[in-house]
């Protein structure tokens, strides 16, 4: 905490961008983050996002390479930022923070493997009700019932991060809704039924 610097971030706005030289990392007090990578034709896809509580871009700065991909904030976000120094003082003085940040590195590796596992074998159907589930959990918080939880997430993030167009995305949708697993007004959307969504989801049997 004494080391941290506070910013407050606009919705929409970047905290840094593929293919620059890393300073430092982030740690998300407040809001919401996502990170992603662009093809040649500028389409992106989401392959996380990070909530209260959570580091991120520490692979770039622990690798001392360039940042692999752009990290965006997706609502009014404030971010702490540690110099790569202070951060290396840390990691060297505590071996408990060594271990969490060990462990949040396994956690984002095997959340990207798992996506290209879901993006090339999965319907999209499929892709979008666990993308809901997903979300589900990163918009929820310790004040929330899991029935009072409501996905803000913008429908084009939301289609980049199942993989998929914003026309097919909002067929999925108002099959959901028809189907009375998910509640949608305006950009809001409510899970109905997490089980009926996971076996949609192709996680239940």
């Known amino acids: 905490m004494k080391v941290m610097q506070i910013k407050k971030y606009r919705k929409n706005e970047a905290v840094f961008t ?3 030289r890393p300073s430092g990392v ?3 007090q407040s809001g919401k983050v996502k990170k992603y990578k662009s093809d040649n034709d500028e389409r992106e ?9 959570e580091f991120f871009g520490y692979s770039a700065v ?3 390479d360039c940042y692999g991909d752009t990290a965006v904030a997706i609502e009014s976000a404030a971010i702490a930022f540690i110099s790569a120094e202070d951060f290396f003082g840390i990691i060297n ?3 408990v923070f060594s271990r969490l940040l060990l462990k949040s590195l396994s956690h984002e590796f095997i959340v990207m493997a798992n996506l290209i596992s879901v993006l090339a074998q999965r319907t999209v159907r499929e892709r979008v009700a666990l993308c809901l589930l997903i979300l589900h959990e990163k918009y929820k918080n310790e004040k929330d019932l899991r029935d009072d939880v409501y996905i803000t997430l913008s429908r084009k993030d939301l289609a980049n991060m199942a993989g998929t167009v914003n026309e097919t995305l909002a067929r999925v ?10 509640w949608v007004e305006g950009r809001k959307i409510q899970l109905l039924s997490y089980e009926r969504l996971a076996h949609a989801a192709n996680f239940l049997k």
């Open 26 to 28: 982030f740690f998300v």
């Open 18 to 20: 593929e293919g620059t």
């Open 45 to 53: 896809q989401i392959i996380y996002i990070y909530n209260k509580g």
């Open 62 to 64: 622990l690798s001392e």
């Open 173 to 182: 949708l108002h099959d959901f809704k028809d189907e009375e697993l998910i």
């Open 93 to 95: 003085r505590s071996a």
